[in-house]
């Protein structure tokens, strides 16, 4: 059953920006953390943020600390995704992510999440 939908995925050239949307289906309170994760062609899935739903505590990995910002809209049940500075290297299909309970979203671990939306893609290419 889908519970997260992404959206704002599309092309811009390295330097620009863009921001995806993840909403919920549900109220973000169900879940404990909600979180960002990209998958590059022939690559593992990485976490890129996360963000607790209650206390609204953030994690980058170094790879995008200081472009990337995550936020969260309780009225409208939706997690942003603010890119800046977009590099080549962020292409990738981006997934939203939730998790029930846990530490995964802030360790950046894919596998233990627990829903999952279709992703959209992120092209940075000049």
């Known amino acids: 059953q889908v519970q997260l939908v992404e959206s704002g995925g599309g092309s811009v050239q390295p330097g620009g920006s863009l921001r995806l949307s993840c909403e919920s289906l549900?109220?973000?309170?169900?879940?404990?953390?909600i979180g960002w994760f990209r998958q590059a062609p022939g690559k593992e899935r990485e976490g890129v943020s996360c963000?607790?739903?209650?206390?609204?505590?953030?994690y980058y990995p170094d790879s995008v600390k200081g472009r990337f910002t995550i936020s969260r809209d309780y009225s409208k049940n939706t997690v942003y995704l603010q890119m800046n500075s977009l590099k080549p290297e962020d292409t990738a299909v981006y997934y939203c992510?939730?998790?029930?309970?846990?530490?995964?979203?802030?360790?950046?671990?894919?596998?233990?999440?627990?829903?999952w939306g279709k992703g959209t893609l992120v092209t940075v290419s000049s």
């Open positions: 992510a939730a998790e029930t309970y846990g530490s995964s979203c802030f360790l950046g671990n894919y596998k233990g999440m627990n829903y």
């Open positions: 963000i607790h739903t209650s206390d609204g505590s953030t």
């Open positions: 549900k109220t973000l309170m169900n879940y404990y953390t």
